[in-house]
């Protein structure tokens, strides 16, 4: 299979996808891109079809998670989330939430794996949401920790200070 070194395409923070250093205004172009969309054990990304493949820029994740809902409670509830190119996920075993930690800042940066190796930054404002849905539980090595469940995963989302 032919290899490009670098397509001229290039996913921004807040999941507009570039091509020649202008948006893709057609979302259902995005779409289509983002079904061979990969991401390899190096952590570069690549459009890959039968015939070829070429190398992409993604600036933070591929994706972004905009909306979230809930249905249940407890162990049992479950979180749904749709990106921005309207894939929908549930947050659980196949589908894991992680939050990161800005170095620099403090500021959380979470996301959630929508599939193998790709993931979905978690909008601010979603986060937020997540956040108040949470509870607070301790941790084995008896810190406090606040997260909240999907599909009988307890999902963390940071640790209480002055544990």
Known sequence: MPTLEQYDIRIA?????????????????????STVLK???????????????????????????????????GADQVL????????????????????????????PAPYIEIRSRLEARILRSVFYDMVERSETRRTEAGESEVGLWSNKVFFALGRLPGD
């Open 39 to 73: 991401r390899d054990d190096d952590g570069d990304y690549w459009l890959i079809t039968p015939v070829e493949r070429g190398r992409i820029v993604v600036e933070d994740a591929p994706f972004v998670a905009v909306e979230m809902t809930v249905a249940g409670c």
């Open 80 to 107: 749904s989330f749709r990106t921005n190119l309207d894939h929908w996920v549930e947050a659980g075993p196949e589908h894991p939430i992680r939050v990161a930690v800005n170095p620099e800042t403090g500021e």
């Open 13 to 33: 923070r807040d999941g507009t996808w570039f091509h020649n250093g202008d948006p893709i205004r057609r979302i259902e172009l995005a779409k289509l891109f």
